[in-house]
């Protein structure tokens, strides 16, 4: 597949990049895709949460009455999980959500989502660029060249530049990453994909 490469007023250059078949034309693999998401979205959770056990909440000691003779239950502490105010009876510990995820299901998933995007024609080439300061002026204006305003798009650089960053950073539903950043989650998470020239053969390195 070969698409035309676009300059930062959207207009064609006159250049074609074809995009590499082992990247975005391989037979998506939906299973890879589900574990590679769970993963991300494992890792990202804190695993704090955490509630107090009737050894923990604040209360007496006291026993409340005596062992027998009352006719009912026995009760040897106030904050006795049966009682308001009393310990959660296995409640929430602080643990790790992470796991562990082979490096070529990885790359397998991001091959999948990028041929599902390549085949839905939600992938631009735009020529390499850079922005002499960091304005979200100069970003609006990049994305209203492209007709990509008001929609999710994931810009794809070869390596990283504070400019472009800074200048996207205040823009909702717009998120900018490297090759070496990029992730299944994200790119699933958009609605276009826009690469620079430069980090096509970059990607085509990097999943090979």
């Known amino acids: 597949m070969e698409l035309s490469v676009l300059n930062i007023e959207g207009k064609a250059t006159g250049k074609k990049v074809k995009l590499p078949e082992s990247v975005f034309a391989i037979e998506p693999n ?16 804190q695993g704090t949460h955490k509630a107090k056990e009737r050894g923990e ?25 049966l009682f308001k105010g009393g310990g959660t009876v296995f409640g929430p510990r602080p643990h790790a959500y992470a796991f562990k995820l082979n490096k070529k299901v990885k ?3 991001r091959k999948s989502v990028l041929t599902d ?13 850079n922005f002499a300061t960091a304005k979200t002026k ?15 798009v994931l810009l794809v650089l070869a390596e990283p530049n504070k400019n472009i960053y800074l200048s996207s950073r205040n823009l909702e539903g717009v998120k900018v ?19 620079v020239e430069s980090s096509v053969k970059e990607l085509e390195n990097t999943l090979s």
């Open 30 to 45: 939906e299973h890879a895709v589900y574990l590679d998401v769970k993963q991300h979205l494992a890792n990202k959770r």
């Open 138 to 152: 100069s970003f609006t204006s990049l994305l209203k060249n492209l007709d990509l305003t008001n929609k999710k």
């Open 177 to 195: 990453l490297s090759v070496g950043e990029l992730n299944t989650y994200d790119i699933l998470n958009t609605s276009k994909v826009v690469f």
């Open 117 to 129: 995007h390549a085949k839905n024609s939600n992938v631009a080439i735009l020529e390499d660029f």
């Open 57 to 81: 909440v604040r209360g007496s000691t006291r026993k409340i009455r005596k062992q027998k003779g009352s006719g009912g239950a026995r009760f040897g502490s106030i904050r006795n999980p």
């Open 107 to 109: 790359e397998l998933a």
